[in-house]
């Protein structure tokens, strides 16, 4: 008797590496990050402590239009040379950052 295996898709979700460049509504925690040269609005509320947050210069990964972890630079771009070599996952990642807008 043979078995046949289970095959699951699993769809992924990527958090992508950016630099805050400036805050841009500092009462929504909106900012606007550098993401591979793409400049978008995200919202840095969920990185907010109780001695500041994220500001200028600083990186942080993205998913959905919320910074949801602060990262050093170095593993900012060990991140972003990963998702490169994902290749189509990471492309598709960027032109829906690059669709979306918050104001």
């Keep these: ?7 699951t898709t699993v769809a992924v979700c990527l958090a992508i590496p950016g ?10 925690r909106l900012a606007k990050v ?3 040269g793409v400049r978008r609005t995200v919202n840095i509320g969920l990185l907010d402590v109780e001695d500041g947050g994220v500001g200028p210069g600083d990186w942080v990964l993205i998913h959905v239009g919320f910074a949801i972890s602060q990262v050093d630079e170095d593993e900012a771009k060990a991140t972003h040379d990963l998702l490169v070599r994902m290749g189509a ?13 918050i104001e």
């Design 89 to 101: 996952d990471y492309e598709l990642e960027l032109e829906e950052l690059k669709a979306s807008v």
């Design 1 to 7: 008797m043979h078995r046949r295996a289970a095959v």
């Design 34 to 36: 550098d993401v591979a």
């Design 19 to 28: 630099q805050v460049v400036e805050i841009v509504d500092d009462e929504n």
